[in-house]
């Protein structure tokens, strides 16, 4: 098994207009993007090429949005150390971003 591309834990996952983790992870691994709660079940995941995403102008700086599937998804990711409530930096979802159009081919 390879190691992932990207992986970020304990990021919050709403499909609006309901939470659905707030301890989730995103994984970019052999070319999907992977949407998981938080012990470790699938919610939703495609491959990287077929995946929109972006961070919106109205979004926080640690948050994102991803199409998957037709369904969109905010991630709110939060760096490690910072708790839910506090904002997290932007370089998490910075990085995020990044590591999904470094994996689509995407420059």
Request: charged fraction near 35%; aromatic fraction near 6%.
């Amino acid at each position: 098994m390879s190691e992932p591309e990207f992986s970020a834990r304990r990021v919050r996952i709403d499909r609006w207009p309901r939470s659905l983790t707030r301890a989730g992870e995103v994984r970019i691994e052999d070319g999907r993007l992977s949407l998981l709660t938080s012990y470790g079940s699938e919610i939703d995941s495609a491959p990287v090429t077929a995946v929109r995403a972006g961070r919106p102008w109205f979004a926080r700086p640690d948050e994102a949005v991803a199409t998957v599937n037709g369904t969109r998804y905010r991630l709110t990711l939060h760096e490690d150390g910072t708790e839910e409530g506090d904002p997290g930096r932007p370089e998490e979802s910075g990085r995020f971003l990044a590591a999904l159009k470094r994996a689509a081919g995407r420059r």
